[in-house]
């Protein structure tokens, strides 16, 4: 399965459940420090989307509550220095 990039830099900005916030990644994972908000999520397929499920919905609200990283989500660090 594919892995996507989540493209907010910030944890404020974007949904990480929406599509449209991703970026296809590839095969691989990519490098990911941190736990403060979502690095990336490995999903099936659509168009170059990810196709979010219920499970990894929640599989995403679960590494953002316990601050860290899941088998298909991967958390990081902000990119931003004022918004954490």
Known sequence: MPWYSYTPCCKNDGDPKDRNQYT?????????????????????????????????????????????STTNVLLKGSDCNDCD
Do not use: F, W, Y
């Open 24 to 68: 296809l990644h590839g095969n691989h994972p990519p490098h990911c420090e941190g736990h403060v908000m979502v690095c990336a999520i490995q999903a099936m397929d659509d168009h170059k989307k990810p196709i979010i499920t219920c499970d990894l919905e929640e599989e995403i609200c679960c590494a953002l509550e316990h601050h860290k």
